[in-house]
C-alpha cells in the first residue's frame, strides 16, 4: 500500500476538438426556439472562460428569456450557501441543472463540458417521463422512451425529430461507457455544451407547458 500511495502518474492530456462548435450541434441549435446564433454562442463560452461572471450574467439572460426552470433562477442563497428553490418531488427535474450550475464554477470548462451536456440531457430525459407520468423507477432511456407510441403521437414532430437527433448523436456519445473511453480527446467543446444546455432547456419548457407545471412557480419567492 505504501509504494502505491507513493506512485506518481503522468497527468492525462487531451487534445480539443478541431472545430470551435460541433456542426451537427450547430444545426441543433439552429432548429431549436433558442433564438441566439452560434456565433454568440462561441463568444458566451470564450467568455465564460476568461470573465466567469460576466460570461454567466449573459448566460442566464437568455436563459430568463426560455423561461421556465433554469440556471437563472433554480437555486437561492441561504445562510449554508445556495439550495434548490423547489419542492423534493421535483428534484429529478431540476436537480440536473444545478449539476449544471456546478460544471460552470467549478473546474475547467472543457473538461466539464461532457457532464454539462449529459445533465442538461437528463433533465430533458426527466421532464418526458414527468409529462407521461413514468414511473422515476422506470430506468427507460431518452430514446426508449420517444419511441414509445403514447409518446410519440403526443409530441410535435419537429420537436420530436429533434430530441430523437438529440439523443442519437449527443446524449448517447456523452454516456458513453468506460470501455469507450478515449482519454486522448475531448468529446465535446465548452461552446457545444453550452449549446446543448439551451437546445435541451428550451426543449424541456415546450415538454412541460403542457403540465401547467410553471404555473405554479411562485414569481414573488421563485419556488415550486
Same mark, same amino acid.
Given at each position: 500500500m505504501n509504494e502505491l500511495r507513493q506512485t506518481r502518474f503522468p497527468r492525462l492530456r487531451s487534445s480539443r476538438p478541431a472545430q470551435v462548435l460541433t456542426p451537427t450541434i450547430a444545426q441543433l441549435l439552429e432548429q431549436s426556439g433558442v433564438g441566439i446564433s452560434s456565433q454568440a454562442i462561441v463568444a458566451m463560452a470564450n467568455l465564460l472562460q476568461k470573465e466567469l461572471i460576466t460570461?454567466?450574467?449573459?448566460?442566464?439572460?437568455?436563459?430568463?428569456?426560455v423561461g421556465g426552470v433554469g440556471l437563472h433562477n433554480?437555486?437561492?442563497?441561504?445562510?449554508?450557501?445556495?439550495?434548490?428553490?423547489?419542492?423534493?418531488?421535483y428534484r429529478p427535474l431540476f436537480r440536473p441543472i444545478q449539476y449544471v450550475f456546478m460544471y460552470i464554477f467549478n473546474g475547467d470548462l472543457i473538461w466539464n463540458a461532457r457532464r454539462i451536456v449529459q445533465d442538461s440531457?437528463? &433533465?430533458?430525459?426527466?421532464?418526458?417521463?414527468?409529462?407521461?407520468?413514468?414511473w422515476e423507477g422506470d430506468r427507460a432511456s431518452?430514446? =426508449? *422512451?420517444?419511441?414509445?407510441?403514447?409518446?410519440?403521437?403526443?409530441?410535435e414532430p419537429a420537436l420530436l425529430d429533434l430530441m430523437l437527433t438529440l439523443n442519437r448523436i449527443v446524449y448517447r456519445t456523452a454516456k458513453h461507457s468506460v470501455e469507450d473511453i478515449?482519454?486522448?480527446? &475531448?468529446?465535446?467543446?465548452?461552446?457545444?455544451?453550452?449549446?446543448?444546455?439551451?437546445?435541451?432547456?428550451?426543449?424541456?419548457?415546450? =415538454? *412541460?407547458?403542457?403540465t401547467g407545471l410553471f404555473n405554479y412557480w411562485d414569481k414573488s419567492d421563485h419556488s415550486l
Open positions: 460570461g454567466y450574467e449573459w448566460l442566464t439572460a437568455i436563459d430568463k428569456i433554480v437555486n437561492r442563497h441561504e445562510k449554508n450557501g445556495l439550495t434548490g428553490t423547489y419542492n423534493v418531488e440531457c437528463l &433533465h430533458l430525459e426527466n421532464a418526458v417521463k414527468y409529462r407521461f407520468h413514468i431518452l430514446g =426508449i *422512451l420517444l419511441n414509445r407510441q403514447q409518446i410519440m403521437k403526443e409530441i478515449r482519454i486522448d480527446a &475531448h468529446r465535446f467543446t465548452p461552446a457545444d455544451a453550452i449549446s446543448i444546455y439551451f437546445i435541451c432547456r428550451w426543449a424541456g419548457v415546450e =415538454i *412541460l407547458k403542457p
